[in-house]
């Protein structure tokens, strides 16, 4: 594919000084007007050709859950088309200045989870679809999720307008403020929830305290205790079709090869970690609503005194940043994925854009496929916007854009992006009016998928929450 984008990749010395990359920034805003990054322009192809084509080599028999999944309402539709928006994004006007992108941005996609040391930490925590793209793309992901979701939620449009001019205005704050540190200093950043509470208002901090909670009590343990029994084959995880069954046909041996090329892959105070443990039971687990169709297991351990350990294998597909929004990648993350498949891309994305990982985070290849593991639900949990006020919703949303702006901080072309920005007020005008214009976007793709599944044209699921 031809990179289609109206505004080419800038090549920047990454040995220049911070200054002198910030004016390389002002100078971009010749050939890329900032108030230019307001105007949408459409891909060429159809959202649902192009959501019909992902479904080419996913399993079909979860393809009328991913259906029903993104039917459920319009915020669901679009956390499940990051496709369609990086093809809409390709054709539409950006800085063209590229980072280390998350690629999927929204609301949905930041979250709790457990850092080596055992604290809970808030940032990212969705890279499917990492790769090197334009940083406008994922600002204008995650502010165009807070108008769906605020409008999903019935706020008043100049409520819903106000949101997203403060979470742009937060994003550049923070990536200002982030830069005025050193590299190291905002290497070792990390996002502390329990720190941030008392500047909450009391609903967020009601909210966050929740979900804090829930993600403490999600660990490998529990796991094992709510999804294992015992049966005459000795332990082995509890059905629950179609979101988790067993394999079959997969032998014990293609099971150790996988397993062996996994931990060859980790660090080597994992690889002897994983010694300690020893297999007991496999099963297939339906994912999220964009993943939907490719393949995921459980691997279920247990050590020495029985103590568990729950790894997810997820299977990792090109990112839609390369394979819709045609986004040519710098020889690093190419080399990556020669080497290590998709799945190392997906790992180098996460550790370079997260504040810390999961130590088990690895990644093989297996059948032609690429795939990345980590631990299954350790720590993890969302924060759950459904039904929060208007004021705790925008609270929540400049959380999650300061998270963004810290994970594109790591990226030297971060000084050239401040340089860009300049005093702010052209680019929040600009990626506001671009989110509105989306958001209008995902409604109208969201009622053609609607109006396809009603003329029979989908095989849709019966019960997407089953």
């Known amino acids: 594919m031809t990179r289609s984008t109206k505004t080419s990749r800038r090549p920047v010395d990454p040995d220049l000084p911070a200054e002198r990359l910030r004016s390389i920034g002002v100078e971009t805003r010749s050939t890329a007007p900032r ?11 159809a959202a649902l050709e192009i959501l019909a084509e992902q479904n080419t080599g996913r399993l079909a028999d979860l393809v009328p859950l991913r259906w029903a999944r993104m039917l459920q309402d319009p915020f669901s539709f679009y956390r499940g088309s990051a496709a ?93 403020y982030v830069l005025g540190m050193d590299a190291l200093q905002r290497l070792y950043l990390r996002g502390h929830p329990e720190r941030a509470l008392k500047q909450f208002s009391p609903e967020l901090r009601a909210v966050m305290e929740r979900a804090m909670r ?52 980790v660090a080597p105070e994992i690889q002897l970690a994983l010694r300690s443990f020893r297999y007991v039971d496999s099963a297939r687990r339906v994912v999220g609503v964009g993943s939907v169709g490719t393949r995921c297991y459980l691997w279920v351990m247990t050590g020495p005194v029985g103590e568990p350990l729950v790894l997810q294998i997820k299977e990792a597909t090109p990112s839609v940043l390369e394979q819709y929004g045609e986004v040519v990648q710098p020889t690093a993350f190419r080399r990556v994925a020669q080497v290590l498949g998709d799945g190392g891309r997906v790992v180098a994305a996460q550790r370079i854009l997260q504040a810390a990982s999961d130590p088990f985070l690895g990644t093989f290849r297996a059948d032609g496929r690429d795939y990345y593991v980590r631990q299954f639900q350790d720590m993890k949990g969302s924060v759950d916007v459904e039904g929060m006020g208007e004021h705790a919703f925008s609270e929540y949303v400049q959380v999650c854009a300061r998270s963004l702006a810290r994970a594109h901080a790591q990226s030297r072309n971060a000084f050239v992006i401040d340089g860009y920005a300049g005093g702010g007020a052209r680019l929040v005008e600009a990626v506001t009016q671009f989110a509105h214009a989306y958001a209008d976007v995902v409604q109208e793709d969201f009622r053609a998928l609607r109006a396809a599944a009603d003329r029979g044209e989908l095989d849709v699921a019966p019960d997407p929450l089953r």
Not at 35 to 45: F, K, N
Not at 126 to 145: C, I, M, N, Q, Y
């Open 214 to 265: 829930s993600a403490q009590r999600r660990t490998s343990e529990r796991v094992f205790k709510r999804m294992m029994t015992t049966t005459d084959e000795g332990l082995r995880l509890v059905e629950n079709p179609p979101i988790l069954t067993h394999l079959s046909g997969i032998t014990s041996r293609e099971l150790g090869d996988a397993y062996q090329a996994y931990a060859r892959a």
């Open 84 to 176: 369609v928006m990086a093809a809409d994004l390709a054709a539409s006007p950006s800085s063209g200045i590229e980072v280390v992108s998350c690629g999927d941005a929204h609301l949905s996609n930041f979250g709790l989870f457990a850092a080596p040391d055992r604290q809970l930490l808030f940032d990212l925590n969705d890279f499917d679809e990492g790769a090197a793209a334009p940083w406008d793309w994922d600002l204008k992901r995650l502010v165009t999720s807070a108008v769906v979701g605020g409008q999903h939620a019935g706020y008043a449009p100049d409520v819903v307008e106000r949101i997203a001019r403060d979470t742009t205005r937060q994003y550049l704050v923070t990536l200002r």
């Open 35 to 45: 108030r230019a990054l307001g105007t949408l322009v459409r891909g060429p192809r």
